[in-house]
Every structure is written in structure tokens, then in C-alpha cells.
């Protein structure tokens, strides 16, 4: 059995294919675009599925789609009329948005792949976040949670999954979402929504978390996990283009940070970068926290785009009493393309689970002959070598301090450069960041690497033990 799930008219579009419950291909649509978090319908992401699974569309038996339509589009209508007439500008560009595309997916997929709408399925987005992590997982049972900027109304959610079904049972709907939440201060910093939430994450450290009395004054949160932002202080249900308003800006007392003034390196901002980091991974190990005593579940399966960032999900490794954590690797939005599909597979038609990851590289791969073409058609200086050439020739640039651009195989899936497609260079000198930041252009200084070691020098790197 074939099926087909996509994702997009949000951001990250994307496609997977899986065969019997086996994941043949999987792939984000910015890859074959090349525009960043492109979210237009994926026809190149599913080409290249049905390309990889050596199918048509003639053969696939069901087509998901990741989120409900007008679950979603219902969510909009009634924010307006709860605030009406305050947001009627964001709701008018909203309602001609959906008016003339994302409403109407079920007919896009159907005209595009040229099949029956009785095939075309829509998941949840929240019940897509989870099947995409538990699924993919090597737990027989977990518990499981989503939290992201929003779904359809969910914006985290928690429940339990065993064997091949997953029950999303308890959740905070928006407009109160630990996504918007720090998605507000990513914009305040000057940095762009849905893409600069890393660079939030990654500035954090450079600060002093010494804000985080007021960061607290933005959200509520009860004994039970569930948690409440305090409106007043936020502008994303007013408005599609500033997430905050003067009462926010009031309470830090300096001005949002310009972009093109780039005054973001002032400390105060570093300062509440690390308070709002701070906020969210408290908030977010309560929840974990609460799910583990009522679970009683040891294993936990993550996904959603909050989980995304790293420093929190080692918070919830470490605090929250879970003995394993899993965090799908597309985490956001583009893993829901396969999160869908596999919860059609298992959940609704019951199959029992047989795979789970082994590896990430579902994406394309470059052929000899177009690397050679590229070769000679940009002039490039080249000399092909033997792997043991290219391994001892690597290290050797390493050790001199070069920066290496590596490609091999098949590209990873989900936003991690996880050694497919990677930029390399010796973690060891402190001095190495900047250097690399330095050759690729208009990169902030504070931006972070991932380090990667060897398995067996794990514990020797890092602060973790098995
Ligand atoms: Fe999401």
C-alpha cells in the first residue's frame, strides 16, 4: 500500500511517500525551490516521491494531507468576530488567502495528481506532529507531545501512544501558544517569524536571563501544564504583521530592534533573548513533568516547531524524568507531510508498526554526471578521489583550520544539516565560529554550530551519559 502525505500553505511545504508502512522518500520543498521555508503546494517534493517509490500517481492509494482546512480557516473566522473590528485588516488578507487557495487543497492535490477525491484524506495537525514522532520512533509504547505556534486550534497538546495507535487527548488551544509566544520576541529582536527563532535561541547564551520576572507577566501557567498568555501584552490575533504592541515594548523598556540597524548586539537584547529562552524551557519541563506522572510513561515522543529548539528539548531531557526522549527530525510543520501519511497507515487502517528510523536520508541525491557538469560549467578547480583519499584530505583540512563544504548521498529530512549536507570545520579552536561565520555572508557572529563527535567520545564532549 502507497500512500502519499503532504504539507504546505503555511511554511516548510512538503512531501513523503511510504510503502507498507516503510518510508521510501521524504523531502521539504525549499530544496528543489531553493526558496527558504517555501510553502507553495510541493509539486517538485512529490515528483521527486513518486520518482523515488518508481510509481505514478495512478498507484498510490491514498493522499493525506497534514492539517483540516476549514478546521483552520474556522479558527480565523471566529478570532475575527472575538475581536472584530480590531483585526479586520489581517482577517480581510487572511479571508482572500484562503478564499482563493487553501481552502480548496482537496481540489488542488485531486487536479495535480490526477485522482479521485474519494483517495484525498486530511489528518489533524497536532494528531500529524505526533504520528510523525511516535511512529518514526523505536519506543513499542510512549508518551507524546506536540507544541508549535498553532495547528488548526491546538497549539500543544499531550497524550499517550502503544503500539500503532496514538491518543492526543489534552491540550491548550490558541491564541495561547508557547510558539507565539517566543515567535514574539523573535520578532521584537529583528529577527523574521517561522525562521528566526534559532537565532533567538542561539543569541540566548550571550545574555543574562535577567528579565525573567517580566517574561513571566506574558504567561500564566496552572499546575497542570496547561498555560495562558496574557493578551494584553501581544498583537498576533490582531494582526498578521506585528505580534507585539507598546505595552510589551513598555515593559522592557527599550524599543524593538530595527533589522537594518542591527542593534540587536546592544547586551539588553541578548539579556531578554536569554529571559524569554528561559521562560519557554520552564514552561515547557512543567508540562513534560506533568505528562510523565500521568502517563507514567519512561519513553517520550516530541514534535511540533517549538520542538525545534534544542537548549529546551536538553532541558526536558534532563528535568523532566524521562528515561528516553524522541524528537522527529522534521519536527516542524514539513514533518506533518509524513506524519499524516503514517497515521493513516497504522492508526486509521490499522497496520502494525514494522519500521521506524534507522537514518534521515529520505531527500534527493546529486548524480555523478550533474556534479560534473556543475564542475565544468562554473570552472571549478576539481580531482576526483578514492574514499580514503577524500577522508585523509578532509582531516587534513581540518586540522589546518580550513572550513569544508560536504555532500554525500541522499539530503537529510527536516532543517538539520546532519552530515549529507553539511559545512565542516574543527570545534576544538574557540575561534572556529567566527571563522566560519565569517565565510558565509551576512551571518550574525553569535549564530551556533553543532558540534559532533565520534559515538564513542560522546560522554568525553558532552553532558550526557548512554
Ligand atoms: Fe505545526
Given at each position: 500500500m502507497r500512500i502519499l502525505g503532504i504539507s504546505c500553505y503555511y511554511h516548510d511545504a512538503a512531501a513523503a511517500l511510504i510503502e507498507d508502512g516503510k518510508i521510501i522518500a521524504a523531502a521539504e520543498e525549499e530544496r528543489f525551490t531553493r526558496v527558504k521555508h517555501d510553502s507553495n503546494f510541493p509539486k517538485n517534493a512529490i515528483d521527486f516521491c513518486l520518482g523515488e517509490g518508481k510509481i505514478t500517481s495512478n498507484d498510490l492509494d491514498y493522499?493525506?494531507?497534514?492539517?483540516?482546512?476549514?478546521?483552520?480557516?474556522?479558527?480565523?473566522?471566529?478570532?475575527?468576530?472575538?475581536?472584530?473590528?480590531?483585526a479586520r485588516e489581517s482577517f480581510v488578507s487572511a479571508y482572500r488567502m484562503w478564499i482563493k487557495d487553501k481552502l480548496w487543497i482537496k481540489t488542488a492535490i485531486g487536479s495535480y495528481l490526477k485522482i479521485s477525491p474519494k483517495k484525498i484524506l486530511f489528518s489533524e495537525h497536532h494528531v500529524s506532529h505526533a504520528a510523525s514522532s511516535f511512529y518514526t520512533s523505536p519506543f513499542k509504547r510512549s508518551a507524546l507531545l506536540t507544541c508549535?505556534?498553532?495547528?488548526?486550534?491546538?497549539?500543544?497538546?499531550?497524550?499517550?501512544?502503544?503500539?500503532?495507535?496514538?491518543?492526543?487527548?489534552?491540550?491548550?488551544?490558541?491564541?495561547?501558544?508557547?510558539?507565539?509566544?517566543y515567535s514574539t520576541f523573535t520578532q521584537f529582536l529583528g529577527f523574521q517569524i517561522n525562521e528566526g527563532e534559532y537565532k533567538v535561541m542561539g543569541l540566548a547564551p550571550y545574555g543574562t536571563p535577567r528579565y525573567v520576572d517580566k517574561v513571566e507577566k506574558?504567561?500564566?501557567?496552572?499546575?497542570?501544564?496547561?498555560?495562558?498568555?496574557?493578551?494584553?501584552?501581544?498583537?498576533?490575533?490582531?494582526?498578521?504583521?506585528?505580534?507585539?504592541?507598546?505595552?510589551?515594548?513598555?515593559?522592557?523598556?527599550?524599543?524593538?530592534?530595527?533589522?537594518?540597524?542591527s542593534n540587536r548586539v546592544v547586551k539588553v537584547y541578548a539579556d531578554i533573548a536569554a529571559s524569554a529562552q528561559k521562560v519557554l524551557e520552564d514552561k515547557l519541563v512543567v508540562i513534560a513533568k506533568m505528562i510523565r506522572k500521568k502517563t507514567g510513561e519512561k519513553n517520550l515522543c516530541y514534535a511540533g516547531g517549538v520542538a525545534l529548539n534544542g537548549v529546551a528539548n536538553?532541558?526536558?531531557f534532563k528535568e523532566a524524568g524521562f528515561k528516553n526522549v524522541f524528537i522527529h527530525p522534521a519536527a516542524g510543520d514539513s514533518g506533518g507531510a509524513l506524519g499524516a501519511a503514517l497515521y493513516l497507515y497504522h492508526h486509521i487502517l490499522g497496520?502494525?508498526?514494522r519500521y521506524n528510523f534507522r537514518h534521515v536520508y529520505f531527500g534527493d541525491k546529486n548524480k555523478e554526471e550533474d556534479i560534473r557538469r556543475f564542475i565544468e560549467e562554473n570552472g571549478?578547480?576539481?580531482?576526483?578521489?578514492?574514499?580514503d583519499q577524500l577522508e585523509n584530505k578532509v582531516v587534513n583540512l581540518l586540522y589546518k583550520k580550513k572550513v569544508v563544504g560536504w555532500v554525500q548521498g541522499r539530503f537529510e529530512w527536516g532543517p538539520r544539516a546532519l552530515g549529507a549536507r553539511s559545512i565542516l570545520a574543527d570545534p576544538r579552536d574557540k575561534k572556529i565560529r567566527t571563522l566560519v561565520n565569517s565565510k558565509i555572508k551576512f551571518r550574525e557572529a553569535f549564530r551556533p554550530f553543532a558540534p559532533v563527535a565520534v559515538y564513542e567520545d560522546g560522554e568525553k564532549y558532552f553532558d550526557i551519559k548512554n
Open positions: 493522499v493525506v494531507f497534514y492539517e483540516k482546512p476549514f478546521l483552520k480557516f474556522e479558527r480565523i473566522t471566529l478570532s475575527f468576530l472575538a475581536t472584530a473590528p480590531y508549535d505556534g498553532v495547528g488548526e486550534w491546538m497549539t500543544t497538546a499531550w497524550g499517550k501512544a502503544e503500539k500503532n495507535k496514538i491518543h492526543l487527548d489534552y491540550g491548550v488551544k490558541f491564541p495561547h501558544s508557547l510558539g507565539l509566544f506574558l504567561i500564566h501557567q496552572s499546575e497542570d501544564g496547561s498555560f495562558q498568555l496574557d493578551l494584553s501584552y501581544f498583537n498576533f490575533h490582531l494582526s498578521d504583521k506585528v505580534s507585539f504592541n507598546d505595552k510589551f515594548t513598555r515593559l522592557f523598556d527599550v524599543p524593538p530592534v530595527d533589522p537594518k540597524k536538553w532541558k526536558i497496520h502494525p508498526r571549478i578547480k576539481a580531482k576526483k578521489l578514492s574514499n
